[in-house]
């Protein structure tokens, strides 16, 4: 009935300090309840969306952090970190929530290039 | 004088700035501005640079909100937000880069 189009989120911000992060999550969350071909990017301080151990209680702001393992569950599975950001903040695959893809800038170009929708965040 | 920084310094240039104008004294990072101190990133080596004309300090809320508590570089002091009370309570004055 309807074609499925590639969506692709763009995930630039660090979480906590602005509010562009977990806004991102509410619409990949609303966009997977419409059977898109959905992936979401993580590049410059959006990698730090994905670290490790956040512990929120001294902030008093809801540690949103867990959701991105959830994604599967929505059947969202394309998540793509950029090796060169990771590398300028010190962190590697390893120090992040879920597992992902990491491809290089290059790589990232491309497959934003590819997307049918991109919604940047 | 107290400087509070609130920006990741590697998406935007305020803490550049606050280290390039400022003539000394303490510096806070708070918020974002926490990356900043967190060992292996890309701008650990300009704060280290600036470390002789600064006091550095974190607060650690934010560096725990963050998944960073257990990644402060060496050199900064973590703050409790008690500890940032008693920063700007011992500074004759404050500025906040925003």
């Known amino acids: 009935m309807s074609d499925v189009k590639k969506f692709m989120f763009v995930n630039r911000k660090a979480p906590y300090g602005t509010i562009y992060a977990l806004e991102s999550l509410e619409v990949v969350l609303i966009t997977a309840a419409f059977d898109q071909d959905v992936s979401l990017a993580f590049l410059d301080d959006g990698v730090y969306q994905l670290k490790k151990g956040q512990q929120t209680k001294g902030i008093e702001i809801k540690n949103f952090s867990p959701t991105y393992r959830a994604l599967e569950d929505y059947d969202i599975n394309k998540l793509y970190v950029e090796k060169e950001a990771l590398e300028a903040r010190g962190l590697s695959a390893e120090d992040l929530i879920v597992d992902v893809s990491v491809v290089s800038r290059a790589e990232m170009g491309k497959l934003m290039d590819e997307q049918d929708v991109v919604l940047s965040f | ?98």
């Not at chain 2, 609130?6 to 606050?18: D, F, I, V, Y």
């Not at chain 2, 607060?59 to 050199?75: H, I, S, Y």
Request: overall charge negative; charged content about 20%.
């Open chain 2, 1 to 98: 004088m107290l400087h509070i920084v609130n920006k990741s310094p590697l998406s935007s240039s305020t803490l550049e700035s606050c280290m390039n104008t400022a003539v000394g004294g303490d510096i806070l990072l708070i918020e974002d501005a926490v990356y900043a101190a967190t060992a292996g990133n890309a701008f650990e080596s300009k704060l280290r640079a600036a470390m002789g004309r600064f006091k550095v300090y974190a607060l650690q809320p934010d560096l725990e909100a963050r998944g960073m508590g257990d990644k402060l570089m060496d050199g900064v002091t973590a703050v409790d937000h008690g500890g940032f009370v008693d920063l700007a309570a011992s500074n004759k004055n404050c500025q906040s880069w925003l």
